[in-house]
């Protein structure tokens, strides 16, 4: 898979959970805390055996998006492991049927998951392999009482794995009751690379704030930038600005449905979207290895929240900008947040540019998406819908196609932009598995 060596996290977790140790792993965002559970739990499966045989509870959806995705690609090696997402926001009927052609491993929310224990559709009685991510966020939001539950119900001789980036005292707790002479492994920033983040501080009045986040646009330009807002309606007024510019824009908030949540992270994450704005719904789990830029509309009411924003930019070495707007109230959050990060953020002026709009430079990607009405259900993978487009008459590159990522009912294909409509063709006239699918350019 092109992983040369391990991260610090890694190199000090995974010894431990192949000698069958409980853990508490401290590390921050973007440090691999994700592979360095996934691969111990891998080389434990029994893949014979079609009963769940690890947990892994995540806060949220788009983060238990992209643990299944990272187990998915491990597990490559391992033919018949079955990974089910056991997630809120998504019917019931589909993860139930997952569950009874049998899997070995569950990602869920805390949630969705407690409901499928107590009906009894999740079977746990083989379960040997228990991991909390991001367990502070999980106690932030209030899921000290299903986190608790869910462990009731588990085998008492498992393996239980916490891995955060900080450690509040009611992860303490937890740790207390449910773990057994847990190893601690706490990875220092000065041990682990280095954040390559440049941070700047921009001042406006809470009414000016949106004009301020044109002009900061203007003198920060970026091909993918994510903008993080407190409330779901600053969301939306800044997103219904953006069309109104034309630019190439999309939002993310709780009260989108989950196929809209998909489609808008699905499509920043391939290219065919420059802009993504969104609450702290996208502050985790959200891994876009090209992000440029993170903007903070509001600040956020922790220091660790501050750090995991902009922790989704300058990942695996790369540069990346974050840049916050402060009302004159905020001045002791800035300084609480300057203290955390040890980073003294960088004071600017915007001036006078250009208070229009955005140009057409803001309105153009990269890439476009092609959604076809085939996914799971119909047995497709991503390789046979590379293989549909790379062969026979009108061929294209393998290069000219990006990210293809699998729905239960569709799948979305990031194009070339320039050649989007020659896929369209292409599609129209081809089958995909012997079947064929309708398409059309999101």
């Known amino acids: ?257 989950q196929p809209e949540r998909d489609r808008a992270t699905s499509l920043f994450r391939n290219g065919s979207t420059r802009i993504l704005v969104a609450t702290d719904v996208a502050a985790r789990g959200l891994d876009i290895d090209t992000l440029e830029l993170v903007v903070n509309v509001d600040l956020p009411v922790t220091s660790d929240v501050y750090i995991h924003r902009i922790g989704r930019t300058g990942r695996a070495g790369r540069k990346g900008t974050a840049v916050s707007i402060a009302t004159a109230f905020e001045a002791i959050k800035v300084q609480e947040i300057e203290k955390a990060t040890g980073v003294k953020m960088i004071r600017q002026k915007l001036g006078f540019d250009n208070q229009l709009g955005l140009g057409r430079e803001f309105q153009t990607t990269r890439m476009k998406t092609v959604q076809i009405s085939g996914g799971k259900l119909d047995k497709l993978r991503p390789g046979d819908i590379l293989g549909a487009l790379t062969s026979g008459p009108q061929a294209l590159a393998g290069a000219d196609i990006g990210k293809i990522e699998i729905f239960e009912r569709y799948s979305l294909i990031a194009i070339s932009s320039s050649l989007a409509e020659k896929v369209l063709k292409k599609l129209a006239n081809s089958k995909i598995k012997g079947s064929k699918f309708k398409a059309f350019l999101l």
């Open 1 to 257: 898979m092109g992983f040369a060596q391990m991260t610090p996290i890694q190199a000090a977790s995974i010894p431990h959970l192949l000698a069958g140790k409980d853990l508490i792993g401290q590390s921050q965002t973007g440090s691999g805390k994700t592979a360095a559970f996934i691969i111990p739990i891998l080389q434990k499966i029994q893949v014979e055996e079609l009963l769940p045989q690890a947990l892994i509870l995540c806060p949220t959806r788009e983060l238990c998006d992209q643990v299944l995705k990272e187990c998915r690609k491990f597990s490559k090696a391992f033919p018949g492991l079955q990974a089910v997402a056991l997630v809120g926001g998504q019917p019931y009927p589909p993860q139930i049927q997952a569950l009874q052609r049998g899997a070995q491993v569950l990602v869920g929310t805390p949630g969705r998951t407690i409901e499928m224990l107590k009906n009894g559709h999740a079977q746990v009685s083989a379960l040997k392999f228990l991991v909390l991510d991001e367990a502070d966020r999980m106690l932030d939001e209030g899921f000290a009482d299903e986190m608790s539950a869910i462990m009731d119900e588990l085998p008492k001789t498992r393996q239980t794995v916490f891995f955060s980036a900080t450690f509040p005292e009611g992860i303490e707790k937890l740790s207390r009751k449910y773990q057994k002479n847990a190893e601690r492994v706490t990875i220092d920033k000065d041990a682990q690379e280095s954040l390559k983040i440049e941070q700047y501080l921009y001042d406006s009045e809470s009414e000016h704030k949106v004009d301020t986040l044109i002009r900061i646009l203007q003198r920060h330009p970026s091909e993918c930038t994510l903008i993080f807002c407190r409330m779901k309606s600053t969301v939306d007024e800044i997103g219904s600005l953006l069309a109104k510019f034309k630019v190439s824009a999309n939002v993310l908030h709780g009260d989108l449905s």
